[in-house]
Structures are given as structure tokens and as C-alpha cells.
Nanobody, 124 residues
Framework: QVQLVESGGGSVQAGGSRRLSCVAY?????????LAWFRQAPGKEREGVAT???????HYADSVKGRFTISKDNAKNTLYLQMNSLKPEDTAMYYC?????????????????WGLGTQVTVSS
């Protein structure tokens, strides 16, 4: 059974940085796969932030390009999201997601496994 567990959320001032982690228990990273970060602000739809596939190809939402970096450590089955130059509009619950098969999709319906999320709050 796949279980995704996020950590690293918290409060940060605008312009600051934060690093999120997600451990993927029971997920076979030696298979073709895609891991992703999504976020959801209050009253808004869940949106894709960044993806990384088996070959470490990455895709980013326009809103975070140049500020966020997605990476993974297959040996640790861990996904990361380095967030720099944070803005108040980055405030959201951040979710880790996974699927088998390579995909650059930022659509939530394309992912089969989800974590419970970690809250990031950016104050101005």
C-alpha cells in the first residue's frame, strides 16, 4: 500500500525560503513514475505546482518558475520542493502526489496517490 507523508511546512516571511519533503512509502521508484507537488489555497481549486518523472524531467507551473525547484532521491524514496522568494500568494496546503508512468501532467486527475498535505503560510 502506497502512503505519501509530507513534512516541512510552516510559517515564513515573504522573500524567505522553505523546503518541503515527501516520503513515498510502498512506492516502487524503480518503475516508471511521476511525482508531483500540488497546492490548494482556501476557496480555490487544487493546482499543480511541479512534477518530476523517472528521468528527472521537470515541469513547473508558470507561477513558480524560477522560484521553486522539485527534486527527488530515489534511494530514500523522497521527493523535495525547494521554495525560494516566497510570496503571500504561495500560502496554501501543499500536497505530494504520485503515479506510475512518466507524465508531465499538472492535472490532479492524473495522479493516483496523495498525501495529507503540509501547510505553508507566507506573511507579508
Amino acid at each position: 500500500q502506497v502512503q505519501l507523508v509530507e513534512s516541512g511546512g510552516g510559517s515564513v516571511q515573504a522573500g524567505g525560503s522553505r523546503r518541503l519533503s515527501c516520503v513515498a512509502y510502498g512506492f516502487y521508484s524503480n518503475y516508471y513514475h511521476t511525482l508531483a507537488w500540488f497546492r490548494q489555497a482556501p476557496g480555490k481549486e487544487r493546482e499543480g505546482v511541479a512534477t518530476i518523472d523517472s528521468l528527472k524531467n521537470t515541469h513547473y507551473a508558470d507561477s513558480v518558475k524560477g522560484r521553486f525547484t522539485i527534486s527527488k532521491d530515489n534511494a530514500k524514496n523522497t521527493l523535495y520542493l525547494q521554495m525560494n522568494s516566497l510570496k503571500p500568494e504561495d500560502t496554501a496546503m501543499y500536497y505530494c502526489a504520485a503515479r506510475y508512468g512518466d507524465s508531465g501532467s499538472l492535472s490532479r486527475q492524473d495522479y493516483d496517490y496523495w498525501g495529507l498535505g503540509t501547510q505553508v503560510t507566507v506573511s507579508s
